[in-house]
């Protein structure tokens, strides 16, 4: 069976071996221990709300309870710029007309912006390549959801997410070499690996901070302002299918999009649900969907994907998982499918 849980000291060299299989652009995984180390040990002082919501930040991870192995890791910034200024930029539009030359022209702008401070950032998600497979992905993404469903008062009321851009196989950013590159003199990999230790905003600080003209870059370039690279695609899937809208803003260096949503309106916070555990011994239906349970606690927080029958005032549960989400026939877990199901009924009181 497959575990998600937070993040403990002694998975450090696990993380770091997965993030060394992270490509250029994964910004928020980079393979440095220390970095690393220090992750882990801010997501537990932020369990023990010994840090300001500034600097608060969690860290799950993807176990094989079978074996132990960690195979994928996921991340929640509760907000974003209230430490060092938080920046992207915002595609915009400037009216250039003369009504005496009958001219009327519209143009695309790229503005410099703070506007998403304060915001809950879901990151770093990463799945280990021989492990994507079945329901991993989005049971990886989705904890995420019912953590802040059952501890909404921790995170801020909008929930972003940075989609990796456009880069070819070496890494190169068609993005980065039209502009960035102009005003610091790095490569892509470099500015990358700046933004993944926490120094994006001195990186930001070089950019120009009057607006754009996108008709200035190169075609290249325009080409993939708002566009994800391709093996992000599943990934802003899985945020679109739970709420997740473009509306505007990309990243600085890459130019990929971010996506938004507001966390009452996120599709696993509104549907889930609290359901009080009963022990069942019987196998699910040749119709039953995947459903995610999560136990309520919040440093011993588990979550799993489980095929289960649409449940009717409890929530049966076997043994062996309810061993490993640490409860009892009688005790409550938040769940909700891991999929939008066409028939409400099915998780609605």
């Known amino acids: 069976m497959m575990l998600i849980r ?12 997965l993030a060394r ?9 980079q393979a440095d221990p220390a970095q690393l180390a220090e992750r882990i040990e801010r997501s ?15 860290l799950f991870v993807l176990e094989c309870s079978d074996t132990g192995q960690l195979v994928g890791t996921c991340s929640i910034e509760s907000a974003l710029g209230l430490h060092s200024p938080w920046y992207n930029y915002r595609v915009g539009k400037v009216i250039h007309a003369s009504p005496s030359l009958n001219i009327y022209s519209s143009a695309e702008t790229l503005f410099l912006s703070n506007d998403h401070t304060g915001s809950t950032e879901v990151c770093a998600l990463f ?25 909404p008062e921790r995170f801020a009321n909008k929930v972003i997410a940075e989609m990796r851009g456009v880069a070819d196989e070496q890494g190169r950013s068609p993005f980065w070499e039209a502009l960035g590159r102009h005003f610091f003199t790095v490569e892509f990999a470099q500015a990358d690996h700046l933004t993944g230790v926490g120094d994006k905003s001195v990186v930001a600080e070089l950019m120009p901070k009057y607006p754009v003209y996108v008709d200035l870059l190169p075609a290249e370039a325009r080409a993939v302002i708002g566009q994800v690279h391709e093996k992000t695609q599943p990934a802003l899937a899985m945020l679109q299918e739970e709420g997740f809208r473009y509306q505007g803003y990309v990243d600085i260096f890459d130019a990929g999009p971010t996506v938004e949503a507001f966390l009452h309106e996120i599709r696993a916070v509104r549907h889930s649900r609290l359901w ?8 699910p239906s040749a119709h039953a969907q995947p459903w995610l349970l999560a136990s309520t606690g919040l440093s011993d927080f588990r979550m799993t994907v489980k095929l289960l029958d649409a449940p009717h005032g409890v929530l049966p549960l076997d043994d062996d998982t309810a061993q490993m989400l640490g409860v009892r026939e009688g005790d409550v877990l938040r769940a909700v499918p891991l999929h939008p199901p066409q028939d409400l009924s099915q998780i609605l009181p």
């Open 6 to 17: 937070m993040a403990r000291p002694d998975d450090l060299d696990a993380l770091v071996a």
């Open 127 to 151: 799945l280990h390549p021989d492990w994507r497979r079945e329901h991993l992905g989005a049971m990886l993404s989705k904890c995420r959801f019912l953590f802040m469903a059952q501890h």
């Open 44 to 58: 537990q002082r932020t369990l023990r709300n010994e840090l300001p919501r500034a600097n608060q930040g969690y």
């Open 276 to 283: 009080t555990v009963c022990e069942e011994k019987a196998a």
């Open 21 to 29: 299989l992270a490509d250029i652009g994964v910004t928020s995984l």
